[in-house]
């Protein structure tokens, strides 16, 4: 069964801390990987990652896809208040129907 | 760019009301779904379309009924609506080709009492 598992569920970091998050998953025929971004509204698009091993940098935030062991790290570097919100891994996977399955999120909680 | 429009926003139903979640969106895009998210839990897909006459069940489509006749719309009914339908409902639409970006609407917030 094609699965997507975050970890933590929640973290509380204060202002000006390095964070990882986690996302691993299983899939029978693997397309991409997302991030999104969900604050109090519509979730608000990341990263799409396709290929191992290739960074991708949107200012203070980064991730990588390792598709040998099967996960994905969200990386925010010198957090600040606003990059409080849940953040979400999707999984796109292929075949007929290519369905889209969500992680449950990690709660991001950044104190000043 | 109008991208994905849901209405309404906001909503208050009676049990055993009946209602429809209009979504539409002007990208051309073939693939649409409907989600719900509940407090503190991860998106569900209710039902899904891969394109204009093709609906298909999600993992909670039980209380819900969906139609895509243009490639445009794809309303979400809600027959005889219970509690447990409060929620908050997200539509997007993604393209066919040119890899798996989500367009979400901005969500419609809807209780059920």
């Known amino acids: 069964e094609d699965k997507v598992v975050q970890s933590p569920l929640s973290l509380v970091v204060h202002e000006g801390d390095t964070v990882t998050l986690n996302c691993s998953y299983e899939v029978t025929n693997f397309r991409s990987l997302l991030w999104y971004k969900q604050e109090k509204k519509a979730p608000t698009f990341l990263f799409m990652l396709?290929?191992?091993?290739i960074e991708k940098k949107s200012g203070r935030l980064s991730s990588i896809l390792d598709k040998k062991e099967l996960f994905s790290i969200l990386n925010i570097t010198a957090t600040q208040t606003g990059d409080s919100a849940v953040y979400l891994c999707?999984?796109?996977?292929?075949?007929?129907?290519?369905?889209?399955?969500f992680g449950t999120g990690t709660l991001l909680a950044v104190q000043p | 760019n109008a991208g994905v429009t849901q209405t309404p926003k906001f909503r208050i139903l009676k049990i055993g009301q009946s209602m429809t979640l209009q979504c539409t969106q002007d990208m051309n895009h073939n693939y649409m779904y409907w989600y719900r998210q509940d407090p503190g839990m991860g998106l569900k897909l209710i039902y899904y379309s891969v394109g204009a006459g093709i609906t298909d069940k999600g993992e909670v489509p039980n209380g819900y009924n969906v139609s895509r006749s243009t490639t445009e719309d794809f309303p979400l009914r809600l027959e005889l609506a219970a509690p447990s339908q409060t929620s908050v409902y997200f539509c997007?639409?993604?393209?066919?080709?040119?890899?798996?970006?989500?367009?979400f609407g901005e969500g419609s917030w809807l209780t059920v009492v």
């Open positions: 997007a639409s993604r393209p066919r080709q040119g890899g798996n970006t989500i367009y």
């Open positions: 396709t290929s191992s091993g």
């Open positions: 999707v999984l796109g996977a292929g075949g007929a129907t290519n369905k889209l399955i």
